[in-house]
């Protein structure tokens, strides 16, 4: 009796040493990385921020990480829903050296601006610490829908940005593009 106890005491004491062992040695190992993005609302349909972009609450984003050699998924999110601010984060476990990992749009709660910009549409990330990047914080670039017709007041704000001109080139090409 006495010795079955005391080996299974033993037994005891090496498993769960070993399994404590093992997860702080997993730890380490396994990063956990938060992603934090923004999306807007490019209401100017200019392909880049303007005072005019709005944020979108309710859009929908996606993580996705794929092997840089064979393209096989080694990492894919829920679908996540930003904040009233247009905000989001997305936790992600474990290291990504090996693959290239993106956020992209997926749909905008907005029927006039669920387009997805050109530009705009997805980021990449970088999720590993092997590049001299360290911390578990890693900023997407903004991510814009465009809006279904430009605001009035856009020319007056490219204007003053110097861009008229080019806006009105873009206009004329997603017209054209359009048809
Ligand atoms: C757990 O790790 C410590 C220090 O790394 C080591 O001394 C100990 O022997 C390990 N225990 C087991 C059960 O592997
Ligand atoms: C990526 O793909 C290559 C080639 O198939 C493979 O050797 C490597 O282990 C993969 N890496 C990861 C992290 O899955």
């Not at 399994?19 to 938060?34: I, T």
């Not at 990330?125 to 017709?149: C, E």
């Not at 009035?152 to 080019?166: A, D, K, N, S």
């Amino acid at each position: 009796m006495a010795n079955i106890s005391i080996i299974a005491l033993l037994c005891f004491t090496i498993c769960v040493s070993s399994s404590l062992n093992y997860s702080y040695g997993a730890a380490e190992e396994n990063m956990q990385y938060m992603v934090v993005g923004h999306v807007y609302c490019d209401t100017c349909r200019v392909e880049f921020e303007t005072k005019l972009s709005e944020p979108i609450s309710g859009a929908v984003v996606k993580l996705e990480c794929r092997n840089r050699t064979d393209e096989a998924i080694t990492f894919q999110s829920q679908e996540i829903v930003a904040d009233n601010y247009g905000d989001y984060h997305i936790i992600v476990e474990g290291d990504y050296e090996e693959s290239d990992c993106d956020v992209a749009l997926v749909r905008s709660p907005r029927a006039d601006c669920s387009d997805p910009t050109e530009a705009w549409r997805k980021s990449r990330v970088v999720l590993t610490t092997f590049d001299g990047l360290s911390g578990k914080l890693r900023f997407a670039n903004n991510l814009g829908f465009k809006k279904d017709k430009a605001l009035p007041q856009c020319t007056r704000i490219l204007q003053e940005m110097g861009y008229y001109e080019l806006s009105q080139e873009s206009e004329e090409l997603s017209h054209s593009s359009e048809l």
